[in-house]
């Protein structure tokens, strides 16, 4: 007589099937968690500011400046007329440090390359201009074009005028110039001493500014 073949059992196949649609379910799952996490990153409506920083905060945006290295925010009635929001650093009596915001500071200006063409005409003969790239700031959905801004580095010479630092002194600096969601534009400025701030600070004050 010929041996039957044995059967697998209904039951195992189910248990089998029910198994490998739970794990695909789980994978689909964890792969839209992550997917929305990006999402978020994305469209990020707040930046980031390094811990042990301050909040300089105008009608048009926001800044983070590095309180944690004696930055410290001036008061509105010492700043000049030009800035809406200024941070200094201070040692012995000279401005070794300084972040400063400037609102509708040009005409004719309606986006983030004409902004930065005419804060860049402002950084002086004294300056040489290390790198210029578009970046995108953080803020609101409805702001996208308002996010979009350009970023200048550049190194200088202090004049020594007005409490900075003798004449000659190495400086550098990093700018990011662009236009808000209202069409006002915008610059927002660090100088100090050179190697005072490494690139590392200097990318963080970039990414810590949030446009309105």
């Known amino acids: 007589m010929r041996a039957r073949k044995r059967k697998t059992p209904a ?5 089998r099937r029910t198994a490998a649609t739970t ?8 792969m839209g968690a992550a997917l929305l996490l990006t999402g978020c990153g994305d469209g990020q409506d707040t930046a980031s500011v390094p811990e042990g920083w301050g909040t300089l905060k105008t009608r048009s945006l926001s800044v983070g400046y590095p309180k944690n290295d004696g930055y410290a925010e001036q008061p509105a009635a010492e700043r000049a007329k030009s800035n809406a929001a200024v ?14 915001v400037q609102l509708d500071f040009a005409t004719g200006v309606s986006d983030a390359a004409g902004a930065a063409a005419a804060a860049g005409a402002g950084i002086g003969m004294n300056s040489t201009r290390r790198a210029t790239e578009d970046v995108r700031l953080a803020g609101p959905d409805d702001a996208r074009e308002a996010r979009e801004a350009r970023r200048i580095d550049y ?23 662009g236009v808000d969601s209202k ?5 927002v400025r ?6 005072a701030v490494d690139a590392e600070d200097l990318d963080a004050f970039v990414e810590s500014i949030t446009v309105k």
Request: hydrophobic fraction near 45%; charge should be negative.
């Open 183 to 187: 069409g006002v534009p915008f610059v």
């Open 23 to 30: 794990a695909a379910v789980m994978a689909v799952s964890v």
């Open 11 to 15: 039951a195992g196949r189910t248990r």
């Open 155 to 177: 190194d200088f010479t202090a004049d020594g005028q007005d409490d900075t630092p003798n004449v000659g002194t190495p400086m550098t600096g990093v700018l990011v110039a």
């Open 87 to 100: 941070a200094l650093q201070e040692k012995d009596g000279i401005r070794t440090g300084m972040v400063s």
């Open 190 to 195: 660090l100088n100090a001493v050179k190697d």
